[in-house]
């Protein structure tokens, strides 16, 4: 395996995803996504869902952010981009989004690009680092 997910290992993570939403439901899926060290986080990806409203509803690598709102915040070029995402995912069902963000791996703050996927009301997202 290559040290760094793919473009492709990023979509198809999110498809499953959204397929294991539909199949569980929102609760059960939310919470495998976001267990440590679960089945949903490989090397530096890992699935996030957020409501259109910028709500944090599950996180592969951060579980404490879950049920806050992240509309605000700030990547370290000062890009909103939770804000963006939410405005993309409005005007589109899928897209790609590049950002700056800290690979749970290198710990260092790297260009992320990450893969959404617009779901009802949330946005289902995996990022790769470039």
Known sequence: LAANATRDEAV???KRGVVAINTLGADKAY???SAPGGKWVDRDLYLLVFRTDGTSL???VNPKQIGMNL???KDIDGKEFIR???EMAKAKAS???DYKFQNPVTKKIEAKTSYCER???TVVCAGVYK
């Open 84 to 86: 963006e995402r939410m």
């Open 119 to 121: 779901l009802n009301d």
């Open 58 to 60: 599950a996180h592969g």
């Open 95 to 97: 897209f790609w989004q």
């Open 71 to 73: 509309i605000d915040r």
């Open 12 to 14: 198809a993570m999110v």
């Open 31 to 33: 919470a495998e996504f």
